[in-house]
């Protein structure tokens, strides 16, 4: 059964950071390409960054440079570590293969004030 577990959002201010963590099972995490979305109020979800099984990763315009997507193959973990937030980052964060499965975590929310 493919499960989900995002954690580590919270409220911040603006500038501020949070390093968000996916714990994954069900699936053969290891060979998947894996990646983080996000929904804000009203709007549909979308993909923000992803790091492929060989390593590399790549990012949304709006995150290069403050973003940064890691995994532990070990852990089926993902991670995201977010710098320099912006009001518009917030959103509710979740995790899944960059081709995902119909099945969605609960994510974990994330709220940045200015």
């Known amino acids: 059964q493919v499960q989900f577990v995002e954690s580590g959002g919270g409220t911040v201010q603006s500038g501020g950071s949070l390093r968000l963590s996916c714990k994954t099972s069900?699936?053969?995490?290891?060979?998947?390409?894996m990646a983080w979305f996000r929904q804000a109020p009203g709007s549909q979800r979308d993909l923000v960054a992803t790091t492929y099984s060989d390593g590399r990763t790549d990012y949304v315009d709006s995150v290069k440079g403050r973003f940064t997507i890691s995994r532990d193959n070990d852990k089926r973990t993902l991670y995201l570590q977010m710098n320099s937030l912006k009001p518009e980052d917030t959103a509710v964060y979740y995790c899944?293969?960059?081709?995902?499965?119909?099945?969605w975590g609960e994510g974990t929310q994330v709220a940045v004030s200015s």
């Open positions: 899944n293969r960059l081709v995902p499965f119909d099945f």
């Open positions: 069900g699936f053969t995490f290891r060979y998947s390409h």
